[in-house]
């Protein structure tokens, strides 16, 4: 994963891997979100679909459904369980 930030494109003199238009800081990721999707025709994806996708792609890829739950933040295992469905 490293290298792949490694060979990220950067803008030259900007010490960020993701940079804002501006060279700056995302401020608004939902905003930033958003505005990817509508420049890439993508309708019907969400914010939060990300979160589901991230949950299932854990673990098919052998994650432990206790480390995704920390992960994730969730108290309950039974919610762990809802987004890691497959």
């Known amino acids: ?43 019907d994806l969400h914010f939060h679909d990300l979160r589901h996708s991230y949950a299932s792609n854990f673990m098919m890829g052998g994650g432990d459904i206790f480390a995704l739950q920390i992960l994730l933040g969730h108290k309950a295992i039974t919610m762990t369980q809802r987004y890691a469905h497959l």
């Open 1 to 43: 994963m490293l290298a792949l930030f490694r060979t990220y494109p950067r803008r030259p003199g900007v010490d960020l891997i993701f940079a804002s238009p501006s060279g700056g800081r995302y401020t608004n990721v939902r905003g930033a979100f958003k505005n990817a999707c509508k420049r890439a025709g993508i309708t």
